[in-house]
């Protein structure tokens, strides 16, 4: 690998993981984020209750 | 890499960032799936046709990441049980060739423990059991102690890839050095043949890459008298100037960050008008940009090239790691123990993607059918279940799953992408859009993704995508100016279509047209729709 190789690999990989250092610090940091923070939560509202939504006769 | 930085900042943070706030806002209009979250936004007929591809999208993908997910299940179970000791990666390759049912259709329905089907009959059957009886939230319960447990067994993965040094001592030229040169080095030096271009004028065509040093060398001294051919070294800017480097970037973008998918519209509906979604958004995504930069592209590409060479890792696929990974493990001490636990980890994260990737199908079917969830996973479980059985019978080559994932997972995220965005900065407006996603979030998005949202980034897709259609569709070669019809066309409209990948294209045509036939006469979709009370 040349020296321009090396650079651009140590930028790339310093870039990803210093956003994601800085977005967990931010995470930890604020108060009460964790509450409003959220990804792909298994659980749906649509799970915790089977509403009955066929049309009533 | 540059390409690939400049696509993540321009067009995966713009559609994260757009798809959340989307999301959120078509949710508190009474909206959980995509069809009606963009029915709601453009208050047109159209809107929910458009949406039809964020429900199409997941579910058809769907149909063979389970395939796939079984596949690290058998794997898992396959160190276990000490049989993934290979002595090379021929041996490597032909186990999962037989493992998958590479050689010939419906040879993956054969029953034993070095094959998919009894993997794939549990990981199906899973999936539904967890999403049907609701039971999934203690996978995600254990998964918050899996995921981390993943990253650090890929980080001493990692390091016992960048210490493989060269595995064969007859060929020490394929070491990982080189690897690592091979993905990371600004510079090119490529073997070019002289071609002749429609117009009649002369051209100069790739034929491969040129990596190291004695090669270069040798195939300098190789081709000497050969006017038909020549070395040619490529700066960074010239490969900046080739649209297929953009093309690449766009869509690996699009995959990892799952964007363009119809997955995060889904989720971002349920959320509550005071979560905050720039960092949610910004968080997921740069946690997956550093398992795919400084984790898994890492370990994959250098270890394929140290143990493949060059044609290995330029011919590669994503079936690269399950070719290439037990050749590492079986260089590491405790390697059964290590395999075992990364391809089970990996199954593990693989459920919850694959669970992510049933929710707008089913949030789509309760809102379209005002049915329950538990009768709308019944429905749609039957449906996918189909549509697995026939990608994983027509397991030769892997032509059903290769021509459902060229035509819905790379062409079709690219339609849906640019819907999106657009609607997010012309329809929905940049204005209230970005007032919609401030609300509740720590901080604002930049007030320069206003224009990139609004103008360059549906510019920027736009432009990629014709150039895509061009390539991959019409077979034009924009670098080398010439034109030949690429295989998945000809296997559709070619003298000798292929019959698979005819039948996959049907497969999706009609999944298709029933969604959007239930899009059709959803009667949810004809009723007025009220801003709510705290609109932006």
Known sequence: ?57 | MVAYFVSFLILGLSICWAEWTMGRYGGRLGFNSAPGILHAITRHPVGRYLGVLGVLIPVSIYMYYVYVEAWCLGYAVNFLAGNMRFESVEEAGAFWAGFIGLAENGTAFRWGISQVAPYLVFVFVLNFVLIYRGIAKGIEWFCKFAMPTLVILAVVVLLRVLTLGAPDPAQPELNVHNGLGFMWNPSKTVLQERIELPDGSEGWRDLRELVRPGVIEATRAEIADNPELRIERVSIWTQLGNPQLWLAAAGQIFFSLSVGFGVIITYASYLGPRDDIVLSGLAATSANEFCEVALGGLITIPAAFAFLGLAGVAGGTFALGFNILPMVFAAMPLGDFFGFLFFFLLFLAAVTSSLSMLQPGIAYLEEVMAIGRKRSAALLGLITALGCGFIVYFSEDLKAMDTIDFWVGTFLIFCLATVQVTLFGWVLGIDKGMREAARGAAFAIPRIYRPIIKYLCPLFLFTIFVMWTLEQVFGVNLTAGTREVPGYVKDLFGDEPNLVARLSVMLVVTLAAFLAILAARAPKYSEPIREPEDAP
Do not use: N, Q
Not at chain 1, 21 to 42: N, Q, T
């Open chain 1, 1 to 57: 690998m040349t020296a321009g190789g090396w650079l651009i690999m140590i930028l790339s990989v310093g870039a990803v993981t210093a956003l994601l250092a800085w977005c967990i610090y931010k995470v930890m940091s604020l108060p009460d984020e964790v509450d409003r923070l959220h990804g792909f939560e298994i659980e749906t509202p649509d799970e915790r209750e089977e509403p009955d939504r066929s049309p009533k006769p």
